[in-house]
């Protein structure tokens, strides 16, 4: 609910329910496109695009963008995962960004500070999925895990560093467990999905701490199973094991039917329906699918963020 106020100031009421209703239809294209969860930095992929660029390319324009545009979850201090298809080889090269934790870091050295902490399932990242018109995908994501990352700004930069190494485990029992150049446990995950071939058929992805595995699997089923299109499938309602554990309760995003909350108590689960502002825990996903016979796009965006997927005309 907003109002305008005497002083012409405008006034949003942070507590009233915010619905993630889509009124977004698929996109399509034949000579590529570019997906985020900002639109200036969907642009700056496509204009990398129009001027010949690969998807690569373009990824590290629009990530290079959503540093601007969305600094709380990304920025040169972040870390980051990548997939590329090359369309002429069909083989898929994975990157992987992520940080390790210094040499002289170590469960003693943390012991004798007195210091104490464990994973939490904090994840402030963003995700883009492009396609340029050669056939080469990228899918993309980085993140600075909780917001602003550690908040550290090295002298004379302007950017903060991320803070991944607070999901390492200071048990030193457990898998997790902190080491000299150890990598921590992560939870973003960049998508691809090809064909028995090799063809490309999606590159996708859904950001959001522990969400991100449950939403590709719910999203997958959405597109393959039931035969939605990417925009389609990222509107549907999602569910959540809020703790990443079989215990956990589960999360039931507004939307679905209440038929469903009620079979799942009776199967014994703890049901919470989401609603709002708090629908954020679901992750926010792009998706573009190819044809293999006519190399058609065709793109969606997550209802859940402020981007679109744009098209090269």
């Known amino acids: 609910m907003a109002c305008l106020q005497p002083a012409g100031i405008l006034q949003i009421n942070l507590e009233a329910d915010l619905l993630f209703n889509s009124r977004r239809s698929p996109v399509y294209a034949q000579r590529g496109m570019v997906a985020t969860s900002q639109p200036l930095a969907a642009q700056a992929g496509i204009e990398i695009l129009a001027m010949g660029g690969t998807a690569a390319d373009a990824a590290v324009a629009a990530a290079a963008a959503l ?4 600094p709380t979850s990304t920025g040169i201090g972040r870390d980051c995962f990548a997939l590329y298809y090359e369309a002429t080889t069909r083989n898929v090269t994975a990157l992987n960004g992520s940080g390790r934790a ?3 870091l170590t469960l003693e050295r943390l012991a004798s500070q007195e210091l104490s ?5 904090a994840s402030d990242t963003v995700y883009l999925a492009i396609i340029d018109e050669e056939g080469n995908a990228c899918s993309f994501i980085n993140s600075n895990y909780m917001g602003f990352g550690t908040g550290i700004v090295p002298k004379g930069w302007g950017f903060t560093l991320q803070n991944r190494g607070h999901g390492f485990s200071l048990n030193p029992d457990h898998p997790n ?4 150049g150890k990598r921590p446990y992560h939870t973003i995950i960049p998508g691809l999905v090809t064909r028995p071939d090799g063809a490309l058929s999606i590159c996708f992805g859904v950001m959001g701490g522990f969400m991100q595995p449950q939403g590709h699997v719910q999203v997958l089923a959405a597109l393959i199973d039931d035969g939605l299109d990417p925009q389609a499938a990222l509107d549907r309602p999602r569910v959540c094991l809020s703790e990443a554990a079989p215990a956990s ?3 039931l995003e507004d939307g679905i039917h209440d038929e469903s909350r009620r079979q799942l108590e ?3 689960h703890q049901v919470e329906v989401v609603r709002g502002q708090a629908r954020s825990l679901f992750g926010r996903g792009q998706v573009i699918r190819r044809d293999p016979e006519t190399g058609v796009l065709c793109g969606g965006s997550d209802p859940r963020a402020d981007g679109c997927a744009l098209p090269l005309i």
Not at 67 to 70: D, G, K
Not at 117 to 121: D, F
Not at 177 to 180: D, I, N
């Open 266 to 268: 009776t199967m014994g």
């Open 117 to 121: 902490g464990g994973p939490t399932p």
């Open 102 to 104: 210094p040499a002289g």
């Open 249 to 251: 309760s589960v999360a």
């Open 177 to 180: 467990s902190l080491a000299p």
């Open 67 to 70: 540093n601007v545009t969305e």
